[in-house]
Nanobody, 116 residues
């Protein structure tokens, strides 16, 4: 079973930056489209950014121009660089397969809190 370990979250002031990392186990990582998701209190989990096996990227409109997703297939790691953070970015952030379902395995996530 694939294991996903997210890290890099924390408390930051509005306008600040954080870089999230997700270490994934499994020999098929490089073939999978991956995504970063987030879930704020009382809200549904949403896909924030996705990256294909070939490096094509897609972003939620509200984070375009501020967040950048990248991957290192040699290390089985997916990154999310988050700049110009806003209080509404506060959430628990998760990484997973781009097409993961709520019933699939999810890691513990990493908390991002942006203060105003």
């Amino acid at each position: 079973q694939v294991q996903l370990v997210e890290s890099g979250g924390g408390l930051v002031q509005a306008g600040g930056s954080l870089r999230l990392s997700c270490a994934a186990s499994g020999s098929t990582f490089r073939f999978n489209a991956m995504g970063w998701y987030r879930q704020a209190p009382g809200k549904q989990r949403e896909l924030v950014a996705a990256i294909s096996s070939g490096g094509s990227k897609n972003y939620l409109d509200s984070v375009k121009g501020r967040f950048t997703i990248s991957r290192d297939n040699g290390k089985n790691i997916v990154y999310l660089q988050m700049n110009s953070l806003k209080p509404e970015d506060t959430a628990v952030y998760y990484c997973n397969n781009r097409y993961a379902r709520s019933t699939d395995y999810w890691g513990q996530g990493t908390q991002v809190t942006v203060s105003s």
